[in-house]
């Protein structure tokens, strides 16, 4: 639990303040999706800056820190954005809804954290490529359900995989 609240929630904090104060002093975000887009962005600022302090542990640990540790701070900022989302366009209770989500977001943190840096868990390591491909899920289910929700959604307007295959270069 520790992971949870001295990791977990302080970085989720870091992270979705840009995006409530994009809420409060712009009008940027203006539709579902940009709850998503604007937290991810937040993230991945975020995790460029995490991913500078672990250059002193070699190429191997940001290489693959570049991927999971972007995907995963993703995921966690999109879970609150998502949330804030549903505020706005569902109704939601704010402070209910916004306490969830990122109570929800922080307790993945302190998970994903607890799977890499603790000693024990250490020799598990398939549970975090487990649960980077479930969060890469869980992301792109937020991005749907946000589509789905804007305004600019048509039912009668599908995307034809088909007739791309017969375009010719």
């Known amino acids: 639990m520790g992971m949870v609240v001295r990791i977990g929630m302080v970085e989720e904090l870091v992270k979705i303040l840009p995006v409530l104060l994009l809420l409060k002093f712009s009008k940027a975000i203006n539709e579902p ?22 250059f002193g542990f070699g190429i191997g640990s940001i290489t693959i820190r570049g991927i999971y540790c972007c995907i ?57 490529d487990l649960f980077v491909i479930i969060a890469i899920h869980l992301w792109i289910s937020y991005i749907n359900n946000t589509l789905n929700v804007s305004t600019f959604y048509r039912k009668n307007i599908r995307f034809n995989q088909y007739r791309i295959q017969f375009i010719s270069l």
Not at 37 to 54: D, K, Q, R, T, V
Not at 84 to 94: A, H, P, S
Not at 118 to 127: C, F, G, L, P, R
């Open 72 to 128: 995963v701070h993703m995921t966690f900022s999109a879970t609150v954005g998502y949330g804030l989302m549903l505020i706005k366009y569902r109704g939601y209770n704010k402070l209910l809804t916004f306490g969830l989500f990122f109570f929800l977001a922080s307790f993945m943190h302190g998970f994903y954290d607890f799977w890499l840096l603790d000693w024990w868990a250490y020799q598990y390591s398939w549970v975090t």
């Open 33 to 54: 999706f940009d709850y998503i887009l604007y937290a991810s962005i937040s993230a991945l600022g975020f995790a460029f800056i995490e991913n500078i302090m672990y």
